[in-house]
C-alpha cells in the first residue's frame, strides 16, 4: 500500500482539457446482435503493473474501538459483508482525500459524508472489489466518482491511442450525463479529461475526444460496444470500471453488452457496481467479474423507498384524476418550494398533460422519448435552474433525472412495477431532504396493490384501506372520503396546504411546452 494517495503524476504538468459535444439517445436499448470482439487472452506477466490501493486511515478511525463502528452502522442503517472491510468515515477529512479533492468538497458545500460515501469510499480508495446497494439520492455518484479521480492521478499518463483509464457504464444517456457534470466539477482541479458517450448521438465529437485522450469515460453500453468493435477505442489501459445502476441496465436488456465490455479489460482492474435492488440477476454478475468483493447495503436489501419521502395513495377512478391533479396543483402552488415533476404512462399523455397544465397557468414543460436530445437538454436546464417548475414526463427521465430540490412527485398514472415506482419517486427526498409523492391508483392498477403494499409498509407510510381491498381481491373504489374521490389529506390528517405561500407555480412568466 502506498503511503499517500495524493497523486503520482501531480508534479508533472497539468494535461489539456477537453470539450465535450454530445447528444441524443442510446440507439442500442434493448438490441444486440452477435459480437464479432474477441476475448484477449490475458497475460498476466506482460501486464504493465498499476496501483490501486491508496487508502490511508485517518488517526481518528484507526482509534475507534469496534462496538464505536458497530454503533456507527446501525445508526446509519450500513450492513458490510466480506473480509477486511475498512472503518467507516464520519466526516470528510477523514477520508483523508488529497487536496484537489478535499478543496472541492469544501468549496461545494457538503457537510459531512452520506452513509454510503461514509462506508464507501475507504473501500474503493482500498482498491477493492465491490458492490453498493442503496436507494436513489443517496450520493453514490460522489462515492465512486471521487476515488476514480484519485485513481486517474495515480498512473502513468495516457499515450497516444490509449482509451480511458476509467469506465463509468450508465443505463441511459441522462444519468451518462448527470454523472459527468460531477465528473467535470471534482476532475477540474487535476485537469482529468472526460468525455460522455451515448448512443443516436453523432459518433464524431466522442471519437475525438476518445482520441486526444480521456481518462474517463461515462458510457451507455450500446454505444462502447459500437466503438469497441470498430477498433475506434479500446480499453487495454481500463484499470477502474463502475457499473451504475447495474440493475436498470439489466432490466433494459444491456447484460450481454455488459460482460464483452468487461471480457475487454483486464483481470485485475477493480469493479464498483451499484444497485439500487439485489435480484439474482445482478447477483450472478457480481459473481461472475468481482473476485473477492465486498458488499455495502445501505437500508433494506428488500425494495424500498427512501424514507424521507411521504407517500400518499388516492384510490380513485381514470376520469377522476384529471381534476384531482388541478386541485393538487393549487395545494402545491401554495407551498414555497414547490418544483413537482408528474410522471404519465405515455408520450401522448405527457403532451395532454402539459397542455392542460398551461392552460390553467402553471409553467410547466413536458419530456419523453420523442424530444429531439437538444430539446430534452433545454428542457432539463430549464427545470434544474427554476424557470419551470413542473416537469412532465415518462418514465425516460425517472433514471436519470438528479435535481436535488424536487419537492413533489405525482404519479399520475401508476408505472408498471413497484420497482420503477421506487424509482419515480427517489426524484424527491434526495441529498437527506425530505418530499412528498402523490399516487393516483386506479382499478386497473389492482393486481399491483399488494407490491405497492409491501414499499409503503417497509416504509412506515400510512396504507390507505382501498388498497387492501384490492390487494386481498375486492374491487371496489372510489368514494368521497380520505382515501378515495375527496382528495388528498396529510397523514396524521389535516389540509394538505400548510404555508398559506402565494408564490407559487402562478405569475407572468413564460409558458414552456416543447411539442
Not at 409498509?457 to 372510489?478: C, I, R, W
Amino acid at each position: 500500500m502506498v503511503s499517500s494517495y495524493a497523486g503520482n503524476r501531480g508534479n508533472g504538468g497539468y494535461r489539456g482539457s477537453s470539450q465535450n459535444n454530445y447528444n441524443d439517445r442510446n440507439s442500442s436499448y434493448g438490441k444486440f446482435e452477435q459480437s464479432t470482439m474477441k476475448k484477449p487472452n490475458w497475460d498476466m506477466s506482460q501486464l504493465e503493473p498499476f496501483e490501486k490501493n491508496f487508502y490511508v486511515p485517518h488517526p481518528a478511525v484507526g482509534n475507534r474501538s469496534h462496538m464505536e463502528v458497530e454503533n456507527y452502522r446501525a445508526s446509519k442503517e450500513i450492513s458490510v459483508h466480506g473480509d477486511d472491510i475498512p472503518k467507516p468515515i464520519a466526516s470528510f477529512e477523514e477520508a483523508n482525500f488529497p487536496d484537489y479533492v478535499q478543496s472541492q468538497l469544501m468549496t461545494q458545500g457538503f457537510s459531512s459524508p452520506t452513509a454510503i460515501q461514509a462506508q464507501g469510499w475507504p473501500m474503493a480508495l482500498s482498491g477493492r472489489n465491490m458492490v453498493g446497494i442503496a436507494s436513489t439520492g443517496s450520493g453514490k455518484t460522489l462515492a465512486y466518482t471521487l476515488p476514480a479521480i484519485v485513481h486517474i492521478n495515480n498512473q502513468a499518463y495516457l499515450k497516444r491511442g490509449d482509451g480511458p483509464i476509467v469506465l463509468i457504464l450508465a443505463p441511459t444517456r441522462e444519468l451518462a450525463q448527470q454523472i459527468k457534470v460531477v465528473a467535470d466539477e471534482f476532475g477540474a482541479s487535476s485537469q482529468i479529461r472526460n468525455t460522455c458517450v451515448f448512443g443516436g448521438s453523432p459518433k464524431g465529437p466522442q471519437l475525438r475526444d476518445l482520441e486526444r485522450g480521456s481518462e474517463l469515460c461515462i458510457a451507455t453500453p450500446g454505444r462502447m460496444i459500437d466503438f469497441l468493435e470498430s477498433g475506434k477505442t479500446n480499453l487495454r489501459r481500463c484499470t477502474y470500471v463502475v457499473l451504475d445502476e447495474a440493475d436498470r441496465m439489466l432490466d433494459m436488456g444491456f447484460e450481454p453488452q455488459i460482460r464483452k465490455i468487461i471480457e475487454q479489460i483486464r483481470p485485475d482492474r477493480q469493479i464498483l457496481m451499484w444497485s439500487a435492488t439485489w435480484p439474482k440477476e445482478v447477483k450472478r454478475l457480481a459473481e461472475d467479474f468481482l473476485a473477492d468483493h465486498v458488499m455495502l447495503n445501505v437500508g433494506s436489501m428488500t425494495l424500498s423507498a427512501n424514507h424521507n419521502i411521504q407517500q400518499i395513495v388516492d384510490v380513485c377512478t381514470e376520469y377522476e384524476k384529471e381534476e384531482k391533479l388541478n386541485v393538487l396543483l393549487y395545494e402545491i402552488s401554495q407551498e414555497q418550494e414547490n418544483k413537482t415533476i408528474i410522471f404519465a404512462e405515455t408520450k401522448r399523455k405527457v403532451d395532454e398533460i402539459t397542455r392542460n397544465i398551461r392552460k390553467a397557468g402553471y409553467y410547466a414543460m413536458g419530456i419523453h422519448g420523442d424530444k429531439q436530445q437538444q430539446e430534452r437538454d433545454w428542457v432539463l436546464k430549464e427545470f434544474r435552474t427554476g424557470r419551470a417548475n413542473i416537469l412532465v414526463a415518462t418514465d425516460v427521465a425517472a433514471r436519470g433525472l438528479d435535481v436535488d430540490d424536487v419537492k413533489f412527485v405525482i404519479n399520475y398514472d401508476y408505472p408498471n412495477c413497484s420497482e420503477d415506482y421506487v424509482h419515480r419517486i427517489g426524484r424527491t427526498g434526495r441529498s437527506d431532504q425530505t418530499g412528498t409523492a402523490y399516487t393516483f391508483f386506479t382499478q386497473d392498477n389492482r393486481n399491483k396493490a399488494s407490491a405497492l403494499i409491501s414499499v409503503l409498509t417497509e416504509a412506515n407510510q400510512v396504507v390507505n384501506p382501498k388498497l387492501y381491498e384490492f390487494g386481498q381481491g375486492g374491487g371496489s373504489y372510489g368514494g368521497r372520503n380520505r382515501w378515495g374521490g375527496g382528495g388528498f389529506s396529510k397523514r396524521g390528517g389535516g389540509s394538505f396546504r400548510s404555508r398559506g405561500s402565494s408564490s407559487g407555480f402562478r405569475g407572468s412568466r413564460q409558458w414552456f411546452y416543447l411539442n
